[in-house]
């Protein structure tokens, strides 16, 4: 080892320790807001994953943490089977979804890929409301267990820390290095002898293992679970942008838009509750104008020119 | 010449787009440390028939065998493995890696799978090889049109291919350009490299091709050494048109 990676290892253990101390130190309202916030990094962030290289942006986050959500309340609540069984479930049925997913849409580009997720995800959002209406009954699902907000943040963390050491070993790997050339150059990618579709699938699969499973331990937290609620096309445009924000050429860039984002998005909703769209749109312009890179490419920017 | 295997054959190779064929029934063949040209006026098929031999495009009709195994029904990935390695004719480079990481991914996914040291070692000797071993560190899209070919070249030749593809390598450089150009290529040749050259510029046919075949309209019009091909009269007539 390096003496930068030494470094880079310091600071992540350091974030690590100071992360998982939140729940000490603060508690209530901002560990709430703390638990949204480390939701929003191991989605954002295991997200970034694909798009970061692909540049295919993908509207599915909702559906993956919808079915971890729903059928971990299905289960509790309808089957009595454990929490930890379900997730398991949930990430093995959400994997082999994106599998699927992945597969029927490598022909598609660009904006066809984004329509084709963000259509999939509201078909299967109004399946599982129909199913759960006329078949299981329309009564809510409850999701009792002992959890409390620290263990559901303890736990998130958990995912995220895992995300990010995944990040770390693909960039490291042959699979991260075709991601670099496909995303450069898909017929140049091809060409050199890199399966593009197994690459490209593979890590849309991991996306969805995530979600799939942040679904899952954050659906404790709201105890009472529709399928409307989980499913949620706002959580997909959410994670898009806090990803775009910080940036996506760097691992830990969503990190950087994350936070901010977050935080601002908890103030406009207990000041001014009708203007989040809103917010979310500005937002978006902000990164198109003035923000191409993300955080992550402002701040390089910036040190480039203090260095010279 | 006549003693070494086949290592390529096109079986009524032909592909058409729509209505338009664009390769009719082509056969032909390549034999091992062979350098053979494929010439041919302005949207003759020769392209088009590199896309089909690298599996970026697949034949309506025919067959491609490489060292006796069918290719034509396989991806281009797998193709690319399995030893046929190309240029494009309008260059592609890897805009946003360095020169460097171009040269090794041809290193690290073709035919060699090298990895760390072994890949960057062997993308580095390919660099000096063809030129631009002070230019490594630069990103590649700082470079000049000649350099960016020669990224391309290395990047083909990283993959240690049983044969390489050249779609007009060579067009677009200045007279001096040409020479070095030419000379590389020579160069690849004498060590027993395996290669199909699409080219317009009939001086390096003539100094590098030992066969060479002509197209027209997506058909094979003629074929044997550059001299006897260029001073066949139904060449002449396919380009500079029928009177
Ligand atoms: N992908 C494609 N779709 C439709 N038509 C195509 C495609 N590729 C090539 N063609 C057509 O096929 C014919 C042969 O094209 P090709 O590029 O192979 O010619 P070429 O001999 O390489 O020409 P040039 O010397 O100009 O490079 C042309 O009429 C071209 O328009
Ligand atoms: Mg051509």
């Known amino acids: 080892m390096n003496a930068a990676?030494?470094?880079?290892?310091?600071?992540?253990?350091v974030c690590i320790v100071l992360a998982a101390l939140i729940p000490f130190v603060f508690?209530?309202?901002?560990?709430?807001?703390?638990?949204?916030?480390?939701?929003?990094i191991a989605l954002s962030t295991s997200w970034a994953l694909f798009s970061g290289p692909t540049h295919y942006i993908s509207l599915a986050s909702g559906a993956f943490f919808g079915i971890g959500g729903y059928l971990v309340a299905t289960g509790m609540s309808d089957y009595n089977l454990s929490f930890w069984l379900m997730m398991a479930i949930a990430a093995v049925v959400a994997t082999v979804l994106a599998a699927l997913i992945g597969m029927a849409t490598l022909r598609l580009s660009g904006v066809y890929f984004v329509i084709f997720t963000l259509g999939l995800a509201e078909m299967i959002r109004n399946l599982v409301s129909w199913v759960q209406n006329n078949f299981l009954g329309s009564r809510g699902l409850y999701v009792l267990t002992d959890f409390t907000e620290a263990h559901i943040y303890w736990m998130l963390l958990t995912v995220s820390v895992i995300v990010f050491a995944l990040g770390w070993v693909i960039s490291q790997s042959r699979l991260g290095f075709a991601m670099r050339i496909i995303g450069n150059d898909e017929t140049v990618a091809r060409h050199v002898g890199i399966n593009t579709a197994k690459a490209k699938v593979l890590l849309f699969m991991t996306t969805g293992f995530f979600a799939a499973i942040v679904g899952a331990i954050i659906a404790p937290r709201y105890s009472y679970i529709e399928p409307n609620l989980v499913f949620s096309p706002e959580l997909s445009f959410l994670v898009v942008i806090m990803a775009l924000l910080g940036g996506m050429h760097r691992l830990w860039g969503p990190l950087l838009g994350v936070i901010?984002?977050?935080?601002?998005?908890?103030?406009?909703?207990?000041?001014?509750?009708n203007f989040t769209t809103l917010f979310l749109g500005l937002t978006f312009l902000i990164i198109v104008y003035f923000l191409p890179n993300g955080v992550v490419g402002l701040l390089e920017k910036l040190r480039a020119r203090v260095a010279t | 010449m006549n003693t070494a295997r086949t290592l390529l054959e096109t079986i009524n190779l032909t592909k058409s787009f729509g209505g338009l064929v664009a390769v009719n029934g082509l056969n032909f063949s390549v034999k091992e440390r062979e350098v053979v040209g494929i010439i041919g006026p302005n949207g003759?098929?020769?392209?088009t028939v590199l896309n089909l031999i690298s599996g970026a495009l697949r034949p309506t009709v025919g067959s491609i065998?490489?060292?006796?195994?069918?290719i034509s029904n396989k991806s281009a990935h797998h193709i690319a493995r399995n030893g046929v390695a190309r240029t494009f004719q309008l260059v592609?480079?890897?805009?946003?890696?360095?020169?460097?990481?171009?040269?090794?991914?041809?290193?690290?996914?073709?035919?060699?799978?090298l990895w760390k040291n072994h890949a960057l070692n062997h993308a580095e000797s390919l660099l000096q090889r063809v030129g631009l071993e002070d230019k490594r560190s630069l990103p590649v899209s700082s470079l000049t049109y000649i350099d960016q070919k020669r990224v391309e070249l290395a990047r083909a030749l990283a993959g240690d291919p049983q044969i390489l593809l050249l779609d007009e390598w060579l067009a677009g450089l200045n007279p001096s350009e040409l020479q070095t150009g030419i000379a590389l290529i020579q160069s690849l040749s004498e060590e027993g490299r395996t290669i199909v050259l699409v080219e317009h510029v009939m001086d390096a046919i003539r100094s590098l091709c030992h066969r060479c075949i002509v197209m027209n309209s997506g058909q094979l019009l003629a074929s044997g050494t550059p001299d006897a091909v260029l001073s066949d009269s139904a060449v002449i007539t396919a380009y500079l048109g029928e009177d």
């Open chain 1, 5 to 13: 990676s030494v470094k880079n290892l310091s600071i992540a253990i």
């Open chain 1, 27 to 40: 508690n209530g309202y901002w560990l709430s807001i703390a638990l949204t916030a480390m939701m929003y």
């Open chain 1, 260 to 273: 901010p984002f977050t935080l601002i998005w908890e103030a406009i909703s207990i000041w001014l509750p």
């Open chain 2, 44 to 47: 003759s098929g020769k392209t």
């Open chain 2, 65 to 70: 065998q490489l060292a006796g195994q069918q």
């Open chain 2, 92 to 113: 592609r480079v890897l805009p946003g890696l360095s020169v460097t990481d171009n040269v090794m991914a041809g290193a690290v996914f073709g035919r060699k799978r």
